[in-house]
């Protein structure tokens, strides 16, 4: 939505954004605070080397650090127990994981063997190949499924087929080193940008976007961008 709103603006369009809360951001939530780095409370990582975030990073002077997820895997069973580095996993535990990482790559051949249209969950695919333990099962639902912020049986293995031929984005992995925030707060800035403001409804009229706002009115004929 900043995004948005900042190519607006630099087209000379008048806008006005309405955010709800009051902050911006929505998932993004950086405490700046509480370490002397950076804590991501919402989206933490860069997915990809060419997505266009590093654009928007480099326009802003912010830089983005390396952070390898997979090659730097720390993993637990239970959230009541410490996790590990995957080197310091038992070898049982290494070889579940590198066999789910392997099978998610083999989405591919999966796709190009089954009947066009043809789905599964991706819990049931993992059971074809093998993971039927709930151990399995939940240490593929961690690996695979949350990152796509989804339980393992309500993803469907065709789209995380399709969504791994389909990158382009590159596998590189990285977080912001100010903060995320601190990216969303250069984006906004001199965005003409209305806090606190809860829309209940957005309409067209005359070509124009006129909102309904629970609080502050915005006046008929502004080009209104809900984020």
Same mark, same amino acid.
């Given at each position: ?7 607006? %603006? ?7 954004? %309405? ?41 802003? +002077? ?21 996790? +590990? ?23 591919? +051949?999966? %796709? ?88 209940? =409804?957005?309409?067209?009229? =005359? ?14 004929? =502004? ?5």
């Amino acid at each position: 939505g900043l995004a948005a709103g900042r190519k607006l %603006l630099d087209a000379g369009q008048k806008i006005l954004i %309405l955010e709800a809360r009051n902050r911006i951001g929505g998932r993004i939530w950086t405490d700046a605070f509480f370490a002397n780095y950076p804590i991501e409370y919402g989206a933490e990582f860069i997915h990809g080397d060419n997505v266009v975030t590093h654009e928007l990073l480099r326009t802003f +002077k912010i830089r983005p650090i390396p952070a390898p997820r997979k090659p730097g895997l720390w993993f637990s069973h239970s959230c009541q127990a410490s996790a +590990k580095p995957l080197k310091d996993l038992s070898i049982e535990d290494q070889k579940l994981i590198g066999s789910i990482l392997a099978d998610e790559a083999d989405l591919l +051949k999966w %796709l190009s063997a089954v009947p066009a249209g043809s789905d599964v969950s991706l819990a049931d695919y993992m059971r074809s190949k093998g993971h039927t333990s709930s151990t399995a099962l939940a240490a593929a639902d961690v690996i695979l499924a949350q990152t796509r912020c989804a339980n393992l049986d309500r993803v469907s293995a065709r789209d995380v087929a399709q969504e791994i031929a389909r990158d382009r984005a590159g596998l590189g992995e990285y977080r912001v080193e100010q903060g995320y925030s601190a990216f969303l707060d250069c984006l906004a800035s001199g965005l003409p940008l209305r806090l606190n403001t809860a829309v209940d =409804s957005v309409r067209l009229v =005359s070509n124009f976007l006129n909102s309904d706002s629970s609080s502050t009115p915005v006046s008929s004929g =502004s080009q209104v961008e809900v984020v």
